[in-house]
């Protein structure tokens, strides 16, 4: 019985290739790097027809050699049932699923993922092998890794020391098995940090070494500017020196000045000589230094002194009495000024600041004032308003005039006006007695009115005074759209008495001599004749 069983065993076996072919060796799950080579095994027993691989599905092709896939061999002895695939330097399109089919017996291996390592390229660091980069700012220090699968781990290392604090990130590539990783390792370089070291390091299984560039940054900054002036205090018309000292990294591309703005062509050193005047007080002079990252802009000014400068000047003013006035005027000096308002003919100070104000004026308030400036030690300067103020005409006369009587006589007005007379204001009208007169003559009067640029000048002419003129009160009025002015006058009795005694002085002397002479005459005569002296 053993023996028939054995002998159908082997029938079964041998005679029916369906029945009895069966896997002695399969392919595995297997992992390669690229550029080896790798061997997938397939051996079937009790075998005889058509062998295949597929890969992905796809079948490679019936012959051993495997026409088209000049990397791809079948290996071993057919006729042992070896039907190995042997792939020659092993390359990423090669990274698939494999199987080995017994087509007639159909057979299939286990479905076998070849898994194809790829290492990463050399890391490239942007901007390397020497970064350039501005002091202060934030940069991303970014090293990029790709071609490698699976992605590349990206280590940082700055002078040797790792760096914790970089940002990873991958993506996949075209091909969709490879990917690309990016690391950032954000900094702010100061100006310390040039000439230092960073390392970027990638590995993967692929290359468990690993692979490294080094950068070395270059950290550069604006120019550092200090701006100095000498002497610091001067004179106006003195010489100055500007010195503009500069360190920068990269070296220094210029320098431009410029003094209120306006460049000074002529300037382009690290040093500037010039003549000051008061200007360069108000008006900052300005070295800006340039180099390819960027420009610094310093500004200095002088301390130079100089007496009062007029900054605003006062402006005249006419107000309606009743009304408030101000005047302003603005000076300038160096050391700071005092100022002072004064009105002219008092030496009282009216205010210390800017603006003097004049609450409702009078007309006494007319008149000039003077806005005088003081620097201390370094000069003086002052500046005349007037103030006019419209109001009542101003009648002046003197209280007591004279005039002989039987002779010519006359009596002065005089009109002081603001507004000016000639325009708003009246005649002047005198009244006397019961008599008005502005203009013209009457009886044995006659007024004359003479304009000037001091005012109206009125006068009343009495042909010949009599007693009784010289009774009365001349009442001098003249009045404009404010109000009336009145100026009164006496006219007093001009006495020919002074006159008299000197002509009566005169005579009585000469009596007196004549007197003398007859007496000298006559005691001569009678000392002549008696021989006696007599004083008188
Ligand atoms: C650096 O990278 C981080 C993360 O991508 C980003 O938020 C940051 O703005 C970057 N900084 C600079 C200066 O580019
Ligand atoms: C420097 O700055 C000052 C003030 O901001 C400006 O007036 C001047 O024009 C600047 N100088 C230059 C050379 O740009
Ligand atoms: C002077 O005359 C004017 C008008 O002519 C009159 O209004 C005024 O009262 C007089 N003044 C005096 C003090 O007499």
Same mark, same amino acid.
Request: glycine share 6%.
């Given at each position: 019985f053993m023996g028939v069983c054995s002998l159908l065993y082997l029938l079964i076996v041998f005679s029916h290739p369906l029945l009895s072919a069966y896997f002695s060796q399969q392919p595995q799950d297997q992992i390669v790097v690229s550029g080896q080579s790798v061997t997938l095994p397939c051996v079937i027993v009790g075998y005889r027809g058509m062998v295949q691989w597929t890969k992905d599905g796809l079948a490679l092709g019936g012959?051993? @050699?495997? &026409?088209?896939?000049?990397r791809y061999s079948l290996m071993g002895d057919p006729l042992s049932g070896e039907h190995s695939l042997l792939i020659d330097s092993a390359e990423l399109a090669d990274d698939a699923v494999y199987e080995c089919q017994a087509t007639q017996a159909a057979l299939r291996s286990h479905r076998a993922k070849l898994t194809v390592l790829v290492p990463p390229s050399d890391p490239v660091v942007e901007g390397g092998p020497v970064v350039r980069l501005k002091a202060h700012t934030p940069h991303n220090l970014t090293c990029r890794a790709s071609g490698a699968k699976p992605a590349a781990e990206i280590t940082w290392y700055r002078d040797g020391e790792v760096m914790e604090t970089a940002i990873y990130s991958k993506t996949p590539m075209e091909d969709g098995k490879r990917e690309a990783a990016v690391s950032m390792l954000p900094i702010i370089p100061e100006d310390s940090d040039s000439g230092r070291t960073y390392t970027c390091r990638v590995l993967n299984p692929a290359a468990p070494a690993g692979r490294q560039t080094s950068i070395t940054i270059n950290v550069q900054h604006p120019p550092t500017v200090t701006l100095s002036v000498q002497p610091q205090t001067v004179t106006e018309g003195a010489k100055v020196l500007f010195i503009c000292s500069a360190t920068a990294n990269p070296e220094i591309t210029g320098y431009r000045w410029s003094k209120g703005g306006v460049p000074i062509s002529e300037a382009n050193g690290d040093s500037l000589e010039v003549t000051v005047d008061y200007s360069y007080f108000t008006d900052p002079v300005s070295c800006e230094v340039s180099n390819s990252v960027g420009s610094t802009n310093v500004s200095t000014l002088v301390d130079v002194q100089f007496g009062p400068r007029l900054l605003s000047e006062p402006k005249p003013m006419t107000v309606d009495i009743g009304m408030d006035a101000a005047f302003t005027c603005a000076w300038t000096g160096n050391p700071p000024l005092t100022l002072a308002w004064t009105k002219q003919g008092s030496s009282v100070v009216l205010s210390n600041g800017n603006t003097l104000q004049l609450k409702a004026v009078t007309q006494e308030d007319a008149g000039t004032y003077t806005c005088k400036a003081i620097v201390p030690r370094i000069g003086v300067a002052e500046r005349d308003v007037t103030l006019t103020v419209n109001g009542p005409p101003i009648i002046t006369a003197d209280a007591t005039q004279h005039a002989v009587k039987h002779s010519k006589g006359k009596l002065e007005c005089r009109v002081g006006s603001s507004? &000016?007379? @000639?325009?708003?204001?009246?005649?002047p009208v005198w009244t006397f007695g019961d008599m008005s007169l502005s203009s013209g003559s009457s009886g044995r009067y006659e007024v004359q009115t003479v304009t000037s640029d001091h005012g109206v000048v009125s006068s009343l002419v009495l042909s010949e005074t009599l007693a009784q003129d010289f009774q009365l009160r001349y009442n001098c009025t003249a009045w404009n759209r404010f109000g009336t002015g009145t100026a009164l006058v006496t006219l007093k009795e001009q006495e020919a008495l002074p006159m008299l005694i000197i002509v009566g002085g005169a005579v009585g002397g000469g009596c007196v001599l004549l007197i003398c002479v007859i007496t000298l005459v006559s005691l001569c005569c009678r000392h002549t004749g008696k021989g006696e002296l007599n004083v008188v």
């Open positions: 012959e051993r @050699d495997l &026409p088209g896939w000049t507004p &000016p007379p @000639d325009k708003i204001v009246s005649e």
